[in-house]
């Protein structure tokens, strides 16, 4: 199964994959850049959202690219890696949580490959299951065997960006049921469902959502959170790869 895995803040390559060889592959949809390689012998294609020095903001992320490039790569299997802010209080920084739904609040995307251009006209894909079982196991499974605290039940909210979210717009989430706040999941797991993907992902916490911390949300925090968590989520990816493999 080749595997492919999406990461965002603070994650601009994998120094675990073997032979990293980045390319730009073009796409009906525009360019994507991949880095292509080896982990555990198993066949990865890393794609980094905001490119290797952070300079494509939320809103400007070519999602459908993104998809459209590690599916003609042969891609089955997708680990996301969501930087969030925590919604749930209980998700302090540094926490892990499995995401198994989401509330869209973004605007002005392209949301679908369905948008009546496509040969076969305009589909309804259910999404009453994004985030596929088996992803979720294997990651899950990885984090219990390091010891790595990963909950589950997660939600996510996401919102355009880059600016943060205001109280009331986490105010608003929460009451959809959203833990978890970020920009750049919407609407990266509807397109991996529509391609036929399978797709699981990871939120890292590295901070309280406006509103929910005493203090304002500061780089610096985030920073700090990314350094002190970021090895845990590769971890639980290399233990899922071995398994889903």
């Known amino acids: 199964m080749k595997i492919g895995i999406i990461a965002g803040t603070g994650f601009y390559n ?11 592959v073009d ?78 609040f973004t605007s002005g995307r392209e949301g679908t490959f369905f948008d009546g251009i496509q040969p076969g006209g305009v589909q309804h894909i259910d999404m009453s299951d994004l985030y596929d079982a088996r992803i979720k196991a294997a990651l899950s499974a990885s984090a219990l065997a390091a010891g790595i605290a990963l909950s589950t039940g997660g939600i996510y909210a996401g919102f355009n960006g880059p600016r943060f979210e205001t109280p009331s717009e986490i105010r608003l989430a929460a009451l959809a049921g959203a833990t978890v706040v970020g920009m750049t999941g919407c609407p990266e797991v509807s397109l991996a469902k529509e391609a036929a993907l399978r797709y699981g992902a990871i939120a890292l916490v590295v901070n309280p959502a406006a509103g929910v911390g005493a203090r304002p949300i500061t780089m610096e925090e985030i920073n700090q959170a990314l350094a002190a968590a970021s090895q845990k989520v590769i971890t639980i990816i290399d233990g899922a790869i071995k398994s889903l493999s």
């Open 27 to 104: 796409t009906q949809y525009g360019k994507a850049l991949i880095t292509q390689g080896k982990w555990h012998n198993v066949d990865v294609v890393f794609l980094t959202r905001h490119g290797v020095d952070h300079s494509v903001p939320p809103s400007k992320v070519n999602y459908r690219a993104n998809i459209t490039a590690l599916k003609n790569e042969g891609v089955e299997a997708v680990i996301a890696v969501n930087v969030v802010g925590g919604i749930d209080p209980a998700l302090s920084a540094g926490s892990l949580q499995l995401l198994d739904d989401f509330v869209d």
């Open 14 to 24: 994998l120094p675990a994959l073997s032979g990293a060889t980045p390319h730009v």
